[in-house]
């Protein structure tokens, strides 16, 4: 079936440092691929998109570019910042589906 | 938009219990999902609804069950509460097609902690 696997966690960087958090995916066909955030006691807010192979999605500083080639979908990020400290979740939706299928979660801590 | 809004935020119930969870949608989203997240893990897709009809199952027991109302809001039921259904459930809606989450991914709540003691 479906399914999301993740960098191992938690990860914890400097401010300013350069992040990245590692996402492959297993699918058929072109699943459309998402990065969420939780931040502490709060739902799933989406951070970016890609519903096509070499999309880049991008927001708030984050970029991921949908590599089908590699099945990744690497979350980046240039100058981190502590506001930046939550759980990201790599997800994916195959075509014709119902549901999001999300990888574990990787915790970020930013320290000042 | 009025996002989705879960209630209640917290909840404690003992083994054995029943609990229902509510959610309203986001205006104009007609396809709403209930997702279960464990403590340190991803969400588990629970099932679907698109115009109150159910649109897809996961792997969950029939002691989970739901319902979707016109006015876009929603339940998710749970009978017989085992100590394992302690987790944050999470309720999502999105616009459109069936199929809402290819394409647009979805709009979630902040979730109803539900603890089994």
């Known amino acids: 079936g479906d399914s999301v696997t993740q960098m191992e966690g938690p990860v914890t960087l400097s401010e300013e440092a350069f992040l990245t958090i590692n996402c492959t995916y297993t699918a058929t066909g072109y699943p459309s691929l998402f990065w969420y955030v939780q931040y502490p006691g709060e739902g799933l807010q989406l951070l970016l998109k890609?519903?096509?192979?070499?999309d880049k999605g991008s927001n708030k500083g984050f970029e991921a570019t949908y590599r089908k080639e590699t099945t990744s979908f690497h979350l980046e990020k240039g100058s981190v910042q502590v506001s930046d400290s939550a759980v990201y979740f790599c997800a994916l939706s195959a075509q014709g589906a119902q549901k999001l299928v999300f990888g574990q979660g990787t915790r970020l801590t930013i320290n000042p | 938009e009025t996002g989705v809004t879960q209630s209640p935020t917290h909840l404690i119930k003992t083994r054995g219990q029943q609990v229902t969870l509510r959610c309203s949608s986001q205006?104009?989203?007609?396809?709403v999902s209930w997702y279960q997240q464990a403590l340190g893990q991803g969400p588990q897709f629970i099932f679907q609804?698109?115009?109150?009809?159910?649109?897809g199952r996961g792997n969950f027991p029939p002691r989970f069950s739901g319902l979707q109302f016109p006015n876009y809001s929603s339940e998710l039921n749970v009978n017989a509460l085992e100590l394992d259904d302690s987790a944050l459930y999470l309720c999502?809606?999105?616009?459109?097609?069936?199929?809402?989450?290819?394409?647009?991914?979805?709009?979630f709540g902040s979730g109803t902690r539900l603890t089994v003691v």
């Open positions: 609804y698109y115009r109150e009809e159910e649109n």
């Open positions: 890609a519903t096509k192979a070499d």
């Open positions: 999502a809606s999105s616009s459109g097609q069936r199929t809402g989450a290819f394409n647009y991914g979805y709009t």
């Open positions: 205006s104009g989203h007609n396809t």
